[in-house]
């Protein structure tokens, strides 16, 4: 395993991904706090700390768009290579287990959204103090809606995952994760949002008084039952199908 993303990180290594690391963090903190401080005082109540407030409309503008076609984008690259010049054949032949392969590509695109979160973090705290946002900034409760944004990524990481191995063209996972990115605002409302892989992110970004859970006993059982029978079914049919 440890050779495997070591292949993957080299050949991610002259790509332009770190720029997409960095816009999309930039865009969903930018539009957030647009949209804060334009309707502040709908949004701030006697008793509210800005600092959560203003996290709830980066979970608005973060999990249901711009992070699923992260995501999309992200499963898509870590594929490219292999549909390209009969890449498939080349790394199926090699003596490395086809689950290894499958996993390797999976972990390697947790960790580019792992990095993503991570300056997406670093971006809403910076522009905050830069703003003058008032009150003391929760940054043990940030950082747990950040982990909990990440690991509610899993399922939808596999999804895109096993879409991005399937199609021969880096086109068809990205207009796949556009195309059910759309409606997933109106989807987080019902309660389809919470088996609804591009709406999962958002759900577990937003503060408990922000979200339309009403059990995160269920809905977590749900991100955790989706991501294993996704992970079942991406390996078996790695392992069994065979890729041109």
């Not at 010049?85 to 490395?96: F, S, T, V």
């Not at 990095?115 to 670093?122: G, Q, V, W, Y």
Request: with cysteine.
């Amino acid at each position: 395993m440890k050779n495997v993303l070591y292949v993957e990180r080299l050949k991610l290594k002259r790509s332009k991904l770190w720029l997409l690391h960095f816009i999309g963090p930039l865009l969903g903190v930018f539009l957030a706090y647009i949209n804060f401080f334009k309707n502040y005082d709908l949004f701030m109540q006697p008793g509210d700390n800005e600092w959560l407030e203003a996290w709830t409309q980066v979970a608005l503008f973060m999990g249901p768009f711009v992070l699923p076609i992260m995501v999309g984008i992200y499963a898509a690259v870590v594929c490219r290579s292999e549909h390209i010049g009969g890449g498939w054949k080349q790394l199926l032949a090699l003596p490395i287990k086809h689950s290894e392969i499958f996993l390797g590509k999976f972990v390697t695109v947790v960790k580019m959204v792992i990095f993503t979160m991570l300056i997406l973090f670093i971006f809403f705290v910076g522009f905050g103090y830069i703003k003058g946002m008032e009150g003391s900034l929760p940054i043990f409760t940030i950082i747990g809606f950040v982990i909990r944004g990440i690991l509610a990524c899993f399922p939808l990481i596999l999804l895109q995952l096993i879409i991005s191995i399937r199609a021969k063209t880096f086109g068809i996972p990205l207009a796949v994760s556009i195309v059910f990115t759309l409606p997933a605002i109106i989807v987080a409302s019902t309660p389809l949002g919470q088996i609804y892989p591009w709406t999962q992110p958002m759900l577990a970004m937003s503060p408990e008084d922000e979200s339309p859970i009403q059990s995160y006993f269920l809905f977590y059982t749900l991100v955790i039952g989706t991501f294993i029978g996704l992970l079942i079914y991406g390996l078996r049919s790695f392992i069994k199908r065979d890729i041109a």
